[in-house]
């Protein structure tokens, strides 16, 4: 039988222990024979807990040998292994092979679930790009739970470049732009105001876990405006179109009306207009 001793919401900040029991033996080995061996597996499972059981979308993550048939056997996981977001579960398998048939498995009701936790808190110290001091740059704060690993996350720069179409909110997609490793321990990073261009109408900054296995996850993200942003920007209702007829010609129907937020349109970063687009 396997179980876990801590289990947490959110990835731990000290390491796991896992227990395994085995039933008592009553019969010595035979002289000579080799001592039996099992094997404790931790598999990541993906973010529902049917993928522990028989999913190809699962994932070895830590693996471990027992030799004979103790009655309790602790194994500690180093809680820099839970990196990601999701279930995960045990395996007790019979071979070193890991395709190797199971003795014991955690339930898909039994699985840890990791989420991300609240102490990833991410922060872009500058109201816009710019103006932008070319000696300070733009500098990023951050803080992290005690588990990372020593060097995988990383900041990403990603530049949002608006479509030049005429409409109110007209549609933007994100391009990478840079990226600079975190080392654990570190807690600020600064950007050379040469990566950045008025070609952008805002700049989004991510946070990026990296996991043991080396998959990536985009955790927490700060975006600013290229330029600053004032209240005389914010946009303004235009008027009012007239009543449409009524839904029906008895008791019971309804007429509408709406506006447009474009009087004047709000500019990238700016406020939209409060309060109701339809009546």
């Known amino acids: 039988v396997s179980s876990w001793v801590l289990c947490r919401a ?5 390491p796991v222990v896992a227990q395994i029991r085995f039933q008592s033996t009553y019969c010595q080995p035979a002289i000579g024979s080799m001592v039996p061996e099992t094997w404790l597996d931790l598999v990541y499972c993906g973010h529902s807990p049917a993928n522990c059981v028989n999913s190809t ?6 693996s471990e040998q027992i030799r004979g048939f103790p009655s309790l056997r602790e194994i500690t996981l180093p ?14 398998r019979s071979t070193m092979m890991t395709m190797g048939p199971l003795i014991a498995f955690t339930s898909p009701g039994s699985t840890v679930k990791a989420v991300w936790s609240d102490k990833f808190v991410f922060n872009v110290h500058a109201r816009s790009i710019f103006p932008c001091d070319g000696h300070a740059g733009i500098n990023v704060l951050f803080q992290y739970p005690g588990c990372i690993l020593e060097s995988g996350d990383r900041v990403r720069v990603f530049g949002r470049l608006r479509a030049d179409v005429a409409a109110v909110a007209p549609p933007s997609t994100l391009h990478y732009l840079a990226e600079h ?9 600064t950007f050379d105001c040469d990566l950045f261009t008025e070609r952008y109408v805002e700049y989004c900054f991510v946070y990026v876990s990296q996991a043991i296995s080396g998959a990536v996850s985009d955790v927490r993200m700060d975006c600013v405006p290229t330029l ?10 235009g008027s009012w179109t ?4 009524c839904t029906t010609t008895c008791s019971g129907g309804t007429r509408n009306r709406y506006r447009l937020c474009d009087s ?14 339809l009546e």
């Open 228 to 237: 600053p942003v004032h209240e005389a920007e914010s946009g303004g209702w």
């Open 264 to 277: 004047p349109p709000p500019r990238y970063g700016a406020k939209f207009c409060e309060g109701h687009a």
């Open 242 to 245: 007239s009543w449409t007829q």
């Open 79 to 92: 809680c820099n292994i839970f990196g990601l977001a999701g279930h995960y579960a045990l395996a007790l």
């Open 57 to 62: 979308t699962k994932q070895l993550l830590y």
């Open 10 to 14: 959110s990835p731990p900040e000290v």
């Open 181 to 189: 490793k975190v080392s654990r321990g570190q807690h600020a990073l």
